[in-house]
């Protein structure tokens, strides 16, 4: 429309002055007039598109607010959910885990990553939090997809002299578990997996089924544990990943031994047994059976 109307003003200009010869004669004040009219309407569509675009600008900040509002509302789906409620876990109890204290440096993290990478896991991404306590011994903590999360008593392995090689057998045991989901299997229920990568913007979120899965995280570390079909499967991959390297199958031995000599001395660690199960049983499971002549 203000196309059409510029095109009149323009096209009635140059009507005018093919008319000066003929009749009436245009004044240079009615010339000016019709171009003025010509300058006025581009500046009024110019000030209309300028505020047409301000106006987008201003939609388009808010939807991107509200959108980044929307998106705090979002509940992790399983793919990153789980390092989340662990380090939640971890916080909630650092009076009991005491990880809040001045670590010694083994130069477990170099050493570590060195044997899983001799073992073929490469690129897995893992963090050791080293706890002042002997309530827990050592755990792998549900975590997300090709990452860990170990914890591991100071107390617990310098009480047993351990070597890197045998903490870091140690933690491979604790990572297959973790491959197995047998802790997350524990703790996990279909009222969580509904609500894994959903949103919860206005509407109201059911804080007892996170609560939940925390209570059950305390009873897995603090009470249960693992009975003796999950460890058996255990010890049985790692007779698999430990078979071809027989310096890692005897420092496996060793450490069984360790753990079964402790239990039976050691008052504090009288309930070893009771989160994994018996190591007297790993190591007759893990001795070659004998021929029947």
Known sequence: MKFVIIFFLLTGASFAKERLGEGKKNTDAEIFTDFKAIKEVLENDQLSNNAQKIEKGRVTQRDKKLDKEIKTYSIPGDDQF?????????????????????KPDYGLDEYFANFMQDLGYYEVKFKILLLD????THFSLPSNNREAFFLLSVPFIR????TKLEISILLLEDYMRGKLDQF??????????SLLGKNFYKKKLDMKIFN????????????SGFNFEEQFAVTKQMQGMLHGKLKHFQAYMKLLGKMSSLVKRNLLYKDYNKIYPSPDLQLSWLKPAKKVP
């Open 212 to 223: 939940g899965v925390l209570d059950k995280y305390n009873k897995v570390v603090f009470e």
């Open 159 to 162: 009480v047993m002299d351990l």
């Open 184 to 193: 997350k299997n524990k703790v996990v229920h279909k009222d969580l997996k």
């Open 133 to 136: 306590t002997s309530l827990v």
């Open 82 to 102: 789980w390092n989340f409620i662990s380090e939640l876990w971890v916080v909630k109890n650092v009076s009991k885990l005491k990880w809040n204290f001045e």
